[in-house]
């Protein structure tokens, strides 16, 4: 995590999505849409970026829509490696099953969020959407 992702990261508030793209995915035309207007990437596969992004992000838990992979085109019940190893990683954070979104209202999901990380993921399909939850006081 870099200082500009980890920045956006704390900025964004309850419910603002964030988009984890792969290299394919149109993230600088599609990111100047959001709410942070611009890029950020980090140049590592999606499942190394979803961890680490994980590491500090809560997912929310009052949506059923939490968690979302970009679908294959023709093939919605298709779950790629990608896609497992991103799961896997969401899996491991507490976090939902992802649903799948078909690859049009994805982009428009993605133009409605509040950043978008591009990766450096060469897989195709390699994009995914989380809904941000809430951060939890500390216990003292």
């Known amino acids: ?8 990261l704390r900025a964004m508030g309850h419910g603002d999505d964030l988009i984890i793209a792969d290299t394919n995915f149109p993230s600088d035309s599609v ?7 611009r890029v950020l990437r980090i140049d590592r596969p999606a499942a ?13 838990t009052f949506v059923n829509d ?7 085109v023709g093939e919605p019940a298709t779950i790629l490696p990608v ?3 991103v799961q896997a990683e969401i899996d491991a954070a507490g976090g ?4 799948g979104i078909e690859r049009y209202a994805f982009y428009d999901r993605a133009k409605q969020a509040y950043a978008v990380i591009q990766t450096g993921e060469r897989r195709f399909y390699g994009c995914f959407a989380l809904r941000k939850g809430v951060v939890p ?4």
């Open 1 to 8: 995590l870099n200082a500009d992702v980890l920045h956006a």
């Open 31 to 37: 990111a100047r849409q959001t709410a942070l207007g």
């Open 48 to 60: 190394d970026v979803m961890r680490a992004v994980l590491s500090v992000y809560p997912i929310d």
């Open 66 to 72: 939490a968690a979302g992979r970009m679908e294959v």
């Open 83 to 85: 896609m497992r190893e």
């Open 96 to 99: 939902p099953k992802m649903i």
């Open 137 to 140: 006081p500390e216990e003292v």
